[in-house]
């Protein structure tokens, strides 16, 4: 291979690791979108439960 030829690559690889490593955030980011969109989930549900424990009481 030549000299440009081996330049080339290594931007390639470069663009690629940086590429990757957007990737990876995205899908931290959205991982921990979800895990909080869960928790709130939860704690809705559980403060349904309440109020319809607190409604069947009366």
Do not use: P
């Not at 979800?34 to 069947?56: C, G, N, P, R, V």
């Amino acid at each position: 291979r030549t000299r440009s030829q081996v330049r080339t690559t290594n931007i390639d690889s470069e663009e690629v690791h940086s590429e990757q490593d957007n990737n990876m955030e995205q899908l931290t980011t959205n991982i921990n979108t979800l895990s909080f969109m869960l928790t709130i989930d939860k704690e809705h549900q559980h403060l349904q439960e309440m109020f319809a424990a607190e409604s069947d009481g009366k």
